[in-house]
T-cell receptor, first 113, second 111 residues
């Protein structure tokens, strides 16, 4: 079993839709949770960063962490064609150390105009 | 605003060549990382460094080595390139408690 599981998609939605992207994980010691956006042939860029449980909002993006279920989510409101990219979840912490980052394989998102 | 710079976006090399991938960060970060990214496998850690001249193996170090002589520079070396090392290589850096910042990536093809 992988430490982090992420549905690869692709996920296609119409412009303006609310998008929900999710990851599950098995290591209960993870404390730091991140979401990255990666455009085709580019490097990942950090979107959201959350420590421990709870919600965090930044503009159209909301990150949620549910440590009891070992489940994290990224919501995108009013999705735009420019949101079309691959979204990677990442986490770290616990016995692996804060700088041993474990990444999901990414979910490809297409927002249709 | 540039933070992590990888020296090449695209490289084509022949089997058996020695290949150098260079990465420079301008954020004074302690940690630097090399990952490779392959479809369906996600990002896999090759090596990371937490200080000058210090390095630790990641999950897939075989066939690779690294060098960190200066804090801002972290080099990945393919001693004898093979076709199964064709991939996207990503360099990243972070401070002790921060999140990694990535470079734009180097797409390496080994023929």
């Amino acid at each position: 079993q992988k430490e982090v599981e992420q549905d690869p998609g692709p996920l296609s939605v119409p412009e303006g839709a609310i998008v929900s992207l999710n990851c599950t994980y098995s290591n209960s010691a993870f404390q730091y949770f991140m979401w990255y956006r990666q455009y085709s042939r580019k490097g990942p860029e950090l979107l959201m960063y959350t420590y421990s449980s709870g919600n965090k909002e930044d503009g159209r993006f909301t990150a949620q962490v549910d440590k009891s279920s070992k489940y994290i989510s990224l919501f995108i409101r009013d999705s735009q064609p420019s949101d079309s990219a691959t979204y990677l979840c990442a986490m770290s912490g616990g016995t692996s150390g804060t700088y041993k980052y474990i990444f999901g394989t990414g979910t490809r998102l297409k927002v249709l105009a | 605003d540039v933070k992590v710079t990888q020296s090449s976006r695209y490289l084509v090399k022949r089997t058996g060549e020695k290949v150098f991938l260079e990465c420079v960060q301008d954020m004074d970060h302690e940690n630097m990382f090399w990952y490779r990214q392959d479809p369906g496998l996600g990002l896999r850690l090759i090596y990371f460094s937490y200080d000058v001249k210090m390095k630790e193996k990641g999950d897939i170090p075989e066939g690779y080595s690294v060098s960190r002589e200066k804090k801002e520079r972290f080099s990945l070396i393919l001693e004898s390139a093979s076709t199964n090392q064709t991939s996207m290589y990503l360099c990243a850096s972070s401070n002790y408690v921060g999140t990694p910042d990535f470079g734009a990536g180097t797409r390496l093809s080994v023929l």
